[in-house]
């Protein structure tokens, strides 16, 4: 933990990855912008048909620093992130936050996550899995998806985290390169289930702040089937590499 802390003075950038949020960005960016005056917010853009990234773009005067990454084509939101995060560590930023641009993360979160990892936390997450924290509008069938995803992760992996796949959070820039982030493959939940666990084995320090998650009203969500079984197959993945690498450290003897 820091010897002293004063809130405030680091750097934050919030990276904001939009597909199709015209409906949502102007409200999004405006959250973000009353809730942390001094933040600089990334949107990054993958060329969205309905002019999403022209909209964030009239807003950058009124609510500077803000940017916008255009990319040529949908290329995920893993990638967006990992470029956002490179991004934004390459021009100074000490803390860089993850948010949705559907309006399903509150961003009057954000100075709670932020104050975390300014306290010492590695990465601070906006979770829906303890006390105090909730989902708002998901069928029954969701939740449940979503909870036991999250058991079975967090089990599997033995990672003592109760919302690993929240895509809403805060890293320390500093553990971020620790880490080494941008050999993170996976997509979708598996990309926050991956940071999670490459960010613990690097014994970074997870602190979980709880939230109400509400579900998208304007725009689609871009989550399938595929995604789901993709960091189902993940988890057995990292489980398997976990496992093959204490059997090296016991082989050599430390
Ligand atoms: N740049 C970029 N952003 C994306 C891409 N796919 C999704 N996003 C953004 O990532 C955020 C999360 O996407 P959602 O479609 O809401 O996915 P989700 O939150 O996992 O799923 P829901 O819970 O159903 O909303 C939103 O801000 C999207 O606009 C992509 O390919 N490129
Ligand atoms: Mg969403």
Not at 4 to 23: K, S
Not at 76 to 87: D, E, I, K
Not at 170 to 189: D, H, I, N, T
Request: some cysteine; proline content about 4%; overall charge neutral.
């Amino acid at each position: 933990m820091p010897a002293a802390v004063v809130f405030g003075v680091v750097r934050v950038t919030v990276v904001v990855p939009t597909y199709q949020e015209a409906g949502n960005i102007e409200a999004v960016c405006r959250g973000i912008r009353s809730a942390l005056p001094d933040a600089r917010i990334l949107v990054v853009d993958d060329a969205s048909p309905d002019g999403t990234a022209d909209l964030a773009r009239a807003l950058a005067d009124e609510l500077a620093p803000l940017d916008v990454v255009d990319r040529p084509a949908k290329s995920g939101l893993a990638s967006a992130y990992l470029q956002g995060f490179r991004r934004a560590i390459d021009d100074g930023a000490e803390i860089c936050v993850q948010i949705d641009a559907d309006l399903s993360h509150d961003p009057a979160v954000l100075p709670a996550l932020v104050a975390n990892v300014e306290l010492g936390a590695d990465l601070a997450i906006g979770s829906r899995y303890v006390p105090g924290g909730r989902t708002i509008d998901w069928p029954w069938a969701r939740r449940s998806l979503s909870r036991w995803g999250n058991r079975y992760a967090a089990g599997v992996l033995g990672l003592a985290v109760n919302d690993a796949t929240a895509g809403f959070r805060a890293y320390s820039s500093e553990a971020l390169e620790q880490m080494g982030f941008e050999a993170v493959q996976a997509e979708g939940y598996g990309f926050q289930v991956e940071m999670t666990h490459r960010l613990v084995r690097a014994e970074g320090r997870v602190v979980e702040f709880p939230i109400t998650f509400r579900e998208r009203t304007s725009g689609e969500s871009k989550l399938s089937g595929g995604i789901v079984r993709e960091a189902a197959g993940l988890v057995v993945r990292l489980w398997v590499a976990d496992r093959r690498g204490r059997r090296e450290r016991r082989r050599r003897g430390f």
